[in-house]
């Protein structure tokens, strides 16, 4: 009988309880986790700002990256995966919230815009009004020359959700540029790296 890693093992058992929030059996692998961070820059103070971290799959990606440097806030809905991360990772400001209220969240510690966005939420899971508030939360919350990164999976780019995600994408940002796939994932993925925030009106 094979055994689940316990990141692997969390991971499935927070999919069972609920899984239009966690959306997806199994954490992002290390390509892809690779992909994802690779705009936290290499040298300076960066404020970046983790959306959905799950067991931590990008968390461990960031904070390699900025090795001591900057801040790193995470965002998380599920307070079993925020408890675990926190513990693991105390150099991380874990917060057990909805990634809706990012701006709030910065507010409270005294910051206005992040330099670097990351996002692992299953947007595909999303509603359309979930969808925007997310990214009205996303929008407001960037700096103008800062970057925000997700990803979808390769098989659900045609479902709905996910064509929605893309116009919704290229309307808010001036820049938005997609990946290769990812096939070392389990599943295949791709990345949007995003610039220039454009200011919806309400
Ligand atoms: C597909 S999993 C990705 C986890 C991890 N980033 C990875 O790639 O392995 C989605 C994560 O987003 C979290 N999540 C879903 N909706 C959220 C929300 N509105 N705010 C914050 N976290 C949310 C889920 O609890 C879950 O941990």
Redesign the pocket.
């Known amino acids: 009988m094979t055994t689940l890693a316990p990141e692997r093992s969390a991971?499935l058992h927070?999919f069972l309880r609920d899984p239009f929030?966690?959306?997806?059996v199994t954490?992002?692998g290390r390509s892809l986790?690779e992909a994802v961070t690779m705009t936290v820059p290499g040298a300076g103070e960066p404020l970046v700002v983790e959306?959905?971290?799950?067991?931590g799959?990008?968390t461990a990606a960031i904070q390699a990256r900025l090795a001591g440097r900057g801040r790193h806030v995470a965002?998380?809905?599920?307070a079993r995966?925020a408890g675990r991360l926190a513990a693991r990772y105390p150099g991380v400001d874990v917060t057990v919230?909805?990634?809706?209220d990012l701006r709030d969240i910065l507010a409270q510690r005294g910051h206005r815009r992040a330099d670097v966005i990351v996002s692992?939420?299953?947007w595909a899971a999303f509603a359309p009004g979930r969808q925007d508030d997310?990214l009205d939360a996303v929008t407001g919350s960037l700096a103008p020359d800062g970057s925000f990164t997700t990803f979808a999976y390769t098989h659900t780019r045609w479902a709905p959700p996910a064509r929605r995600l893309r116009r919704t994408l290229r309307a808010r940002f001036e820049e938005v540029v997609r990946s290769r796939t990812v096939w070392a994932n389990v599943p295949p993925a791709f990345v949007y790296y995003c610039r220039r925030p454009v200011e919806v009106q309400p």
């Open positions: 991971f927070e929030t966690v959306a997806a954490p992002s986790s959306l959905g971290p799950g067991t799959a990008f965002i998380e809905l599920n995966f919230a909805d990634a809706r692992g939420l299953p997310l």
